[in-house]
T-cell receptor, first 115, second 112 residues
């Protein structure tokens, strides 16, 4: 389909490992967002791109988290030296323009479990 | 600070009964408001959104929501629920800088 896709869908990592989570937004969408959803909680904002520019990374919980979108399309969220508290579902969303309040379309998420 | 409160963690209704899920927000400016639904293993699906204008908003799957500025509320309603409506529902406020702040969600259970 033409929706937002994320890979892998499930990732199990040992504590201390690095992981990379991929997001393919809807083609042509300018804005891309990453959210973290802990068990039993609502999604929480991590970071936001407009094309290739990372305009807001205020939600990244530590400097172990890094996101990029080098060509303004696919984005990767990288977590270095994973900790158990990083276990969560990581959601990616995209929207067609940057204008505040535009509908964000979400992918199915990547469930990360850190052992 | 901006926030969204969904006071009910779980709601159980019988199939065919009416539904109202509560949502209150805190935001200094005129808000953009959303309701999303999340089924197990699925991503978030937009049910409806309020930007401006008519305070009663119609969405997909027979849902509607009413924006009440005086109460800072945006409650979701459906006149008759179906078993397939069982899911987690998230109210959210959209900020001018494109962020969305979500509530903690309400899990809806349907009795046959």
């Amino acid at each position: 389909g033409a929706g937002v896709s994320q890979s892998p869908r499930y990732k199990v990592a040992k504590r201390g490992q690095d992981v990379a989570l991929r997001c393919d937004p809807i083609s042509g969408h300018v804005s891309l967002f990453w959210y973290q959803q802990a068990l039993g909680q609502g999604p929480e904002f991590l970071t936001y791109f407009q094309n290739e520019a990372q305009l807001d990374k205020s939600g990244l919980p530590s400097d172990r988290f890094f996101a990029e979108r080098p060509e303004g399309s696919v984005s990767t969220l990288k977590i270095q030296r994973t900790q158990q508290e990083d276990s969560a579902v990581y959601l990616c969303a995209s929207s067609s323009y940057s204008g505040g309040g535009d509908t964000q379309y979400f992918g199915p998420g990547t469930r990360l479990t850190v052992l | 600070a901006q926030s969204v409160t969904q006071p009910d963690i779980h709601i159980t209704v019988s199939e065919g009964a009416s539904l109202e899920l509560r949502c209150n927000y805190s935001y200094g400016a005129t808000p953009y408001l959303f309701w999303y639904v999340q089924s197990p293993g699925q991503g978030l699906q937009l049910l409806l959104k309020y930007f401006s204008g008519d305070t009663l908003v119609q969405g997909i799957k027979g849902f509607e929501a009413e924006f009440k500025r005086s109460q800072s509320s945006f409650n979701l309603r459906k006149p008759s629920v179906h078993w397939s409506d069982a899911a987690e529902y998230f109210c959210a406020v959209g900020l001018r800088d494109d962020k969305i702040i979500f509530g903690k969600g309400t899990r809806l259970h349907i009795l046959p």
